[in-house]
């Protein structure tokens, strides 16, 4: 089974389900994770953005996260070291005791992990492997499935290609970024064929769940990320480790992918990977500038599924009066509310002491969001829903602000997908690639007509994509125009 996993793992990087989008040839194709250089001086040319208020209701959104542990590593997000990038073994035996989280999973749990390469010079072209290492402590096998899973690298699977604001993405080739991408194929239930449906792992043993590159080229200097999402269950306690090391050398000085038994000697003895990224600040509200840190731990919370109603004792939506508009805040943090008071990232279970105290931005946290809209007037409406990227703000002043004309900062990169049923009764599932920048109000993702009485329900969902910048908000409006 180990031979089996390991040569699934090593072809990762040939062997994906989706081809790679064909890139149009006007496309700018920007070098992945630019390194700062006077190219990003700002254009005195340009007109400075200017607020704009939108004046409407802020809701915080119902419901919460569950319960299900993520193991979340994106702490160090650049990796320039060799090391460990999250162990959750019992530090028991180690070399580098505090480097082990002693965290078990069991049952549902998932895996989600965003570091980077970059080469300076010659010197760091050398490729980093990621290597992930699942291990069974019992004296019973443990069957491990693989529910989902997708891996993908900036470099060639999915550049970051400048794309419209929204566009239609049916059939999942539309994408910049490896997180958007990764992201769009777990929305749709999606397992790359480098990962066995289930394996065994033997009592007392451990086994490679990756093996994978993460290569910069020789041009410097350069970057490369790799993304990667699994949605895992296990029929016992299993301990993972994420790690990170230059690539052997062979006699003749060609590289090669490292063993188990390499990667083993590196979690034996090894410390955490570095360079190690900013210390968040500590959680004391007077504090007025805040670094809010990278994940590294157990967060809790897969999923957060909404109803989306007036109040919890029933089971409608009533739509905004004529020309008027609310909105629920998405993925807000501890410090960034838009005025709802509600924390939405994910606590963490365990984490390293330098990293984040929340899962800030939640990525890989799937939303499943219900309005069941009713237009109780007496006239016929037109109803529009958004997902909006506003300016950041912590204060209860029933607006959200906006920029104009468009900041150049990209806030969120993904695939939202929106079901329903139309105007004439047929059910709809259609697919967005949403492209917003920081302080961008969205285009609708659907507009309906509601005659008096009528009741629709939409569901809007999404996987938040490494990548982007919280908060969003989802904004129900009704159009002033309605007949």
Sequence with gaps: MLSLLLAFSIAQTDTVTQ???PVPPTYSLPQTDPLPSFDAIPDMNRIPPKEVVDIQDVRPLPGQLDG?????SNSPEVVLTPGILLSTFPPDGFAVPEAHLNFPFEGRFDLFAHHIARARSPE??????QGLIAYNPTAEPVILEVLQGASYLTS?????????????????????????????DILRGKRQENWPAKLEIPPGEMVLLMNDPIPVGTVVPSSNARSTMMRLWSSGPVYLANLAMRSP???DGTERAPTLAEWQGLLQNAGLAGPRDLTPTPLDPSVMNVVFGRVAGVAQGSQWRSQLTDTPSVDYLTIPD???????????????TLGTEQIQSAKMLTRYPDTAYF?????????????????????????????????????????????????????????????????????????????????????PLLTLTLPPGDRRL???DFLYPPDATPPQVLTVRTLPNSN
Excluded at 124 to 129: H, I, L, M, V
Excluded at 158 to 180: H, K, Q, R, T
């Design 19 to 21: 081809p790679q989008t």
């Design 68 to 72: 299900v542990p993520v193991f979340n």
């Design 124 to 129: 760091e072209t050398r490729t980093f492997y």
């Design 156 to 184: 060639p699977d999915a550049l970051f290609i400048e794309l419209e604001d929204m566009v239609a993405n049916p059939d999942g080739e539309v994408y910049s970024g490896p997180g958007s991408r990764v992201m769009n």
């Design 249 to 251: 050398l062979r006699e």
């Design 322 to 336: 004529t020309g008027e508009a609310f909105s629920y805040a998405l993925n807000t943090l501890h410090r960034i």
């Design 359 to 443: 899962g800030h931005g939640n990525y890989g946290v799937e939303y499943n969001l219900f309005l069941p809209l009713a237009n109780f007037s007496d006239r016929t409406q037109q109803v529009s829903l958004t997902i909006s990227s506003p300016l950041k703000e912590d204060e209860d002043m029933d607006a959200l602000l906006f920029f104009q004309p468009r900041d150049p900062q990209v806030f969120f990169r993904g695939t939202v997908r929106v079901r329903y049923n139309d105007d004439e009764g047929l059910p709809q599932t259609r697919y967005f690639h949403l492209v917003q920048r920081r302080g961008q109000a969205g285009e």
């Design 458 to 460: 939409v569901e809007v």
